[in-house]
C-alpha cells in the first residue's frame, strides 16, 4: 500500500473543504473495487441507454458548430421547452425568461439554489435518510445540516416532525421526494399539512424532483403547485433521470424572478452555461420525447416487483418504493452495522449494495439496492442475497 505525500501546504487549504466527508458510497465502491468479480446492485443511474433521437441532437449539434457559449441561464427555447414541460406534466407554471436556469446537472442546481439561499450559521431542515449530495452543499454553503428522523413514518416528512425541527435559524427546508434512497413519495394530503406548516414561516423550500418522471403509484406532485409556497420555493428538475442522460449533465433550476436573478450570479462565475451540445439534446428529449421515460418507468416498476417479492420471501422488511429506482431493506435483525453487513456480503457471496449508513446516520440498520439493473441481474443478485442470510441466519 502507497502512502500519499502530505505536502506542506496541505494544512493551508480550506478547512471547510477538507472537513467534508468522503461519501459513504464513494467509501464502499472503493472498496468493491478490491472485488472484480463482485455483482453490483449500487450503481444510481439508468442503464438504458439515451433514447436514440436524443443522441442524433447531440451529434447533429456539434455537426452545426452548436459548441458556443449559450446565454448563462441557458438557452431560451431549452428554458421554455422545460417551462412546458412541468407545466404539462404537473401543474407548476414558470417564466422561461425569469424564473428557469439550466445546469449541470441537479447537482448543480442544488449547488447554486443552496449558496444563494443560505447563510452561514444558518440551519437546513431535511428528512433522512437522506442522498448523501446534500450535506456537503449545505456545509460548503456555511449552514447545518438538520435531520428529521423519518424512520417511524414510513421514511416521509410529516408537518408534526417538520414543525419540531424549525428554530429560529432555520433558512431551507430540502424536500428529496420522490427519495433516494427509500423511493417514498408525498401525497397531496401530506404536501398540504407541510405547505401550511411553512406558509407560517419565513423559510425556503429547495424541491429536489429529479425522480419526478419515476414515480409508479399517482402521479408526481410539488410543494411549488402550493400558491402560498411558489414564490418561496426552488425546483429543481433534471433529465438525468427521466431520460438516461446522467452523464450529459442537465438540470434546472425553477424559482421566482428575485431567487433566479440571485442564483444567476452564482450560475454565471461557477459554470458560465451548461454544455451547448447537451442543451441542444435535451431540447430534443423535451419536445419530441416527453414520452421516453414511459417504457422505463414500467421496466423499473417490473424489477421493482421482483426485487421485493424476492426480498419479503427472504424475510426482510421492505417498505415498497413508490418512485425513483433503490430498495431500502431492514437488516437490523442481524445486529451488524451496514457497513459491516455490506462488506462481509461482498467479501462472501460477491455482492455490492450500499450501506444505508451513507445516508446519514438515520439509514443505519438498512441496506439501499439499485434496480436500475437487468432482471437477470437483479435475479442473481437476489440469489446471492439469499445465500448470504441462510448463512447469517445459521
Ligand atoms: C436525489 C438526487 N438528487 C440529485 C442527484 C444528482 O443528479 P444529476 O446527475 O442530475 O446531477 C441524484 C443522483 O443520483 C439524486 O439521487
Known sequence: MTHPIIHPLAALLNPGVRELEISGIR??????????DALSLTLGQPDFATPEHVKQAGCQAIADNHTVYTANAGLLKLRQAAADFV????????????EVIITNGATQALDIALRTLLVPGSEV??????YPGYEPLVRLAGATPVFVDTRSSGFRLTAQALKQALTARTRCVLLPYPSNPTGTLLGTDELAEIAAVLAEREVFVVSDEIYSELV??????????????????????????????TGW????????PYITEQMLKVHQYSAACASSVSQYAALEALTHGQADAAPM?????????????RLRAMGLPVTVPA??????????????SSFAFAARLLAEVRLAVVPGAAFSPLGEGHVRISYAYAPEVLT???????????????
Open 27 to 36: 467509501r464502499f465502491s472503493t472498496l468493491a473495487a478490491q472485488y472484480p
Open 87 to 98: 407545466a404539462a406534466r404537473y401543474d407548476l407554471h414558470y417564466d422561461a425568461n425569469t
Open 125 to 130: 431542515v431535511l428528512p433522512g435518510p437522506v
Open 216 to 245: 409508479y403509484t399517482d402521479s408526481h406532485h410539488s410543494l411549488a403547485q402550493f400558491a402560498n409556497l411558489r414564490n418561496s420555493t426552488v425546483v429543481i428538475n433534471g433529465l438525468s433521470k427521466s431520460h438516461a442522460m
Open 249 to 256: 449533465r442537465i438540470g434546472f433550476t425553477f424559482a421566482p
Open 297 to 309: 418507468r414500467e421496466a423499473y416498476l417490473q424489477r421493482r416487483d421482483l426485487v421485493c417479492a
Open 323 to 336: 418512485g425513483a429506482f433503490y430498495v431500502f431493506p431492514d437488516i437490523s435483525e442481524f445486529n451488524l
Open 380 to 394: 442473481a443478485g437476489m440469489d446471492r442475497l439469499e445465500s448470504f442470510l441462510t448463512r447469517l441466519r445459521t
